[in-house]
């Protein structure tokens, strides 16, 4: 594991988040069965440990085998004592499931598409009927790595342009897969009173040089967790390995993933 720069936020800030963090996940999931699509990271891991208090809380991880989400997520629910499953993902597997998501949700993207895998996976085999997801927090915290080193103005731009991208679009296709199984995805990062908390404290409250998600991190070491506050970010398409294995199934057919894509949804749409 490597270590990443420390920051350390101040404190009333850190417990205003957990606070609304808390509050929410509370509300969520208090005596209820629950499934966390968990890849073993910050976002999912401070979502989990507060899960843990009040519900029955089973940890799902779809992926390719050997992938990095699979590792980190098997290793992290054995530090947190929690239940574990693997989804297993492969080429074979995705190119029965890739139509089916397109057919779905409509979602053509290639993006969208290979970072959404691992969600649908587990909306479609967990056993719960209510899933919780760390969407939400790179955009909220400063998570993606274009993020580093711009100024507070471009930040501002992008973070506004990036949070109607994810509710208008990323969140449309979320809530078509949810009810084509049967799910409920629950999203505490985005509940209003984490939001309200996160704009009252401003762009430089959340952004710290090219240190990200400086905040989270000083949370996830508040809870205890500081495996979490310590763990490299990857995208999701790349920590799952989804990514490679839509090359894979690209190169097969002589296309390339966007090719490959439009091709079945010419089929489907």
């Known amino acids: 594991m490597h270590a990443v720069s420390v920051h350390v936020t101040n404190e009333s800030t850190v417990n205003k988040l957990v606070y609304s963090l808390e509050a929410s996940v509370k509300e969520a999931v208090s005596g209820k069965k629950v499934a966390i699509a968990f890849s073993g990271g910050l976002d999912s891991g401070i979502i989990t440990v507060l899960c843990k208090k009040y519900g029955d809380v089973m940890l799902y991880t779809a992926g390719i ?60 085999h967990s056993d719960e009927d209510i899933i919780l997801s760390g969407q939400g927090a790179d955009e909220l915290f400063a998570g993606y790595s274009k993020y580093v080193g711009m100024s507070k103005e471009q930040f501002a731009d992008i973070v506004k342009d990036d949070m109607a991208q994810l509710l208008n679009v990323t969140m449309e296709h979320e809530r078509k897969t949810a009810e084509q199984f049967g799910k409920t ?49 990857k995208a999701a398409q790349y920590g799952s390995g989804t990514m490679i294995a839509l090359r894979s199934m690209a190169k097969r057919r002589k296309m390339t993933v966007r090719e490959m894509i439009t091709d079945m949804a010419g089929g489907i749409l």
């Open 185 to 233: 995805v629950v999203c505490p990062y985005l509940d209003g009173r984490v939001v309200s908390f996160v704009n009252s404290i401003g762009i430089s409250g959340v952004s710290e040089g090219d240190i990200r998600k400086p905040l989270l991190r000083d949370a996830a070491r508040s809870l205890g967790q500081p495996e979490l506050a310590e763990r490299p970010k």
């Open 65 to 124: 085998k050997d992938a990095y989400d699979v590792r980190a997520a098997e290793e992290m629910a054995g530090i947190l004592g929690l239940p574990w499953k693997h989804l297993e993902i492969s080429d074979d597997i995705l190119e029965k499931e890739l139509p089916e998501m397109i057919r779905i949700t409509g979602t053509v993207n290639p993006i969208t598409l290979s970072f959404e895998v691992p969600l649908y996976f587990v909306l479609k």
